[in-house]
């Protein structure tokens, strides 16, 4: 138990400081990795209750796909952060209400819903749902391709047109491009990728 | 027990295994796009056709649910999804867009539709939305190089996406008070007691799907995405999406409300005639034929969600009967739309059409059946539609709303009949080209259904069409 506290803190306060860290990071790719700290920090949270399904997710999906995601735009994009920086000192006052008020109503709705809602009644919320005495992974796996295998497949098939979608609007095949072929480049061989040219001095072979 | 769910999603699951095998084959023989759209009408076919056979009932513990009313409007879905392959296909490749991805996109936008009719959860609801909507915001902008349509695209997508939104809001509200996903269990804790909080949720998603159907003051979508879209697309998203659309809408209302109707009908009888008012009037001043339509069909929409504010199955009966009708009758205008074009560009403006009933006689005569139709005129289908419509407002008590639907309908008449004047009594303006066949096939069909085949076609469609209406849980 003692360990666990211990992990709790250490984690909790990771989490804290790695968050404001990317808030006051000047650069911002320090801003972003500081994010993905952030989230692994959180994922820890998360197995330390018991829901190590969640904790997998933030890592894959927020560390894999989204974190580098936000690396690539920071990267890519030409975004003066200098000029964003200006009249931080002007919006304190109201950001840091808005911080307050956000901070209360989530104590309230944590104090309610530990009080009051599902938590209240069921000791170990994510470890063991369903009566099944089973990883909350495999838990979720039982019911997500059982009761909820309609849902679970149509939501496959809205990816698959959002992917299509994303392909008829923007692939062209324009002429003139080389793509790579590997068939082509596997069956060259020396007298197809080889020309024996004897220049004169001075002139060069040209094209 | 999962195989018994199974043979209640027999018409899903050929779609959708379908759509994929269509894809396989279209990246391993890109060239080759007749064969998938073939594939793809064959597929729609027989998914109609499972659709029809289907035993009824419930799978998937709720969210399936497959009653009449859902084996009804699959089958008009995905036949109509089915028409919209062999008129809009050729249209793209005659514009040098030779995509196989057009008729695999719309299987899928027809699979998601028969998901929103058939839905019994707020779950399937939404992704049965979402997974319509993404297909025709792509299909929207699927002919890439031109700028409007790339526009449409963008301006469907972003509105979209914020109906999107208000729908998921209303859902979490209406899943926090209720307690539960399931239509059903809804309707029992709406039963239970006066819920402001319930309410609110289901203020949220009749906004979320206004939007969809594009009923007014939801509507501002609907003329720019209409006039900038694809002809051919635009003849199936007026069509087959607006039925999909309204019968969520009665099975939000009907299967998880219906303890609440007195406070839905006041909301849908304010949305229908504002939807009639917006279409009649800002039709008036429209001269690009696409952009008069879709006020139109604004107009048009209103009258199907007043056939449902009568918060009876009669009423319900007429909206589906009017959707359907109205759906051949929208499908058959954009296919005359997709046929014309003079020297190469296509016609859609009221000054085009000068004159064409001595060019085009064929496709003239269908035009104007058209749009004597959609103006209410009898016998043709559009009189028998809004006659549903107006029968129900009457016998639920709905004076009031019912005369405003008349005058709507009386000064909208002053647009369809210009375009028939410029058809029929203006002097030419110019040769136009040879209309492909497959467009004129359609809309010489569909016409040739709007009258007279529709009074052969009532006989039947009236019994199938109570059927369905009773599977609601209205009175």
């Known amino acids: ?207 | 027990m999962i195989s018994a769910d199974l043979a209640h999603a027999y018409p899903e699951l050929i779609l959708a295994i379908g759509a994929l095998a269509l894809l396989v084959a279209g990246a391993f023989a890109p060239k080759q796009t007749t064969l998938v759209g073939g594939g793809a009408v064959v597929l729609l076919l027989v998914a109609a056709f499972a659709a029809a056979t289907q035993p009824l009932g419930v799978a998937f513990s709720g969210a399936l649910v497959t009653d009449a009313a859902a084996a009804f409007s699959k089958v008009a879905i995905y036949l109509a999804s089915a028409v919209a392959i062999p008129l809009g296909q050729p249209w793209f490749e005659r514009r040098g867009v030779k995509t196989f991805e057009f008729p695999v996109l719309i299987v899928l936008a027809a699979l998601g539709m028969g998901m929103m009719a058939s839905s019994g959860d707020l779950i399937s609801l939404y992704v049965g939305v979402e997974l319509h909507s993404l297909a025709l915001y792509v299909l929207a902008a699927m002919h890439r190089d031109n700028a409007k349509a790339s526009e449409a695209g963008l301006k469907y997508f972003v509105l979209g996406a914020l109906s999107s939104g208000l729908l998921l809001y209303g859902s979490s509200l209406i899943y926090g008070f209720a307690g539960s996903t399931l239509y059903s269990d809804i309707a029992v804790a709406a039963g239970q007691q006066a819920n402001t909080g319930l309410l609110f949720g289901l203020i949220f998603v009749i906004c979320g799907l206004a939007f969809k159907v594009s009923a007014a003051p939801f509507h501002m979508w609907t003329p720019d995405v209409y006039e900038g879209a694809p002809t051919p697309v635009v003849a199936f998203f007026a069509a087959a999406p607006k039925l999909a659309a309204m019968v969520l809408f009665a099975r939000v209302l009907g299967d998880a409300f219906p303890a609440a109707a007195g406070q839905w009908q006041q909301v849908l009888v304010v949305i229908a005639l504002a939807s009639v008012a917006v279409g009649a009037f800002a039709g008036l001043v429209q001269s690009n034929l696409k952009r008069l339509w879709a006020y139109s069909s604004i107009a048009n929409v209103g009258y199907a969600v007043l056939g449902l504010a009568s918060g009876t199955s009669e009423g319900v009966q007429a909206m589906l009967m009017f959707m359907v009708l109205y759906m051949i009758d929208v499908t058959g205008f954009f296919a005359c739309l997709t046929a014309l074009s003079r020297q190469g560009r296509s016609m859609e403006t009221i000054e085009d059409m000068a004159g064409l009933i001595k060019e085009r006689p064929a496709l003239a005569l269908a035009m104007t059946v058209f749009a004597l139709s959609a103006l209410g005129l009898p016998p043709f289908s559009g009189f028998w539609a809004k006659f549903y419509v107006f029968k129900a407002a009457l016998d639920a008590g709905l004076w009031g709303p019912a005369v405003i639907g008349l005058v709507g309908s009386v000064v909208a008449a002053f647009y369809y009949l210009r375009l028939i004047k410029a058809m029929w009594f203006d002097s030419s303006a110019g040769a136009t080209d040879r209309p492909p066949v497959e467009a004129k096939t359609v809309a010489v069909g569909l016409a040739l259904f709007a009258f007279p085949l529709v009074l052969v076609a009532l006989t039947w469609l009236d019994p199938a069409v109570a059927k369905a209406a009773h599977a609601f849980g209205l009175a």
């Open chain 1, 1 to 207: 138990m003692a360990l666990q506290a211990i992990a709790f803190y250490v984690m909790a306060a990771v989490t804290v400081i790695a968050g404001f860290c990317v808030v006051s990071a000047r650069n911002p790719v320090h801003s972003v990795l500081w994010l993905i700290l952030t989230f692994f920090s959180a994922a820890g949270l998360f197995v330390l209750m018991g829901a190590e399904f969640l904790a997998m997710l933030l890592v894959v999906v927020y560390v894999g796909a989204v974190a580098v995601l936000f690396l690539f735009v920071v990267m890519m994009l030409d975004v003066d952060f200098a000029a964003l920086r200006q009249g931080f000192a002007q919006y304190m006052p109201l950001g840091l209400l808005i911080a307050v008020f956000l901070a209360a109503e989530m104590v309230l709705v944590a104090s309610t819903v530990a009080t009051k809602g599902a938590a209240a009644h069921n000791d170990t919320p994510m470890a063991s749902g369903f009566g099944m005495d089973a990883p909350n992974a495999e838990a979720i796996g039982r019911v997500l391709y059982t009761d909820y295998v309609y849902f679970f497949q149509a939501s496959g098939l809205v990816l698959l047109v959002a992917m299509i979608g994303a392909i008829v609007l923007t692939l062209r095949h324009k002429p003139g491009v080389r793509r790579q072929v590997v068939m082509d480049q596997v069956l060259r061989s020396p007298k197809t990728g080889m020309k024996i040219a004897n220049p004169k001095p001075g002139e060069g072979i040209g094209e």
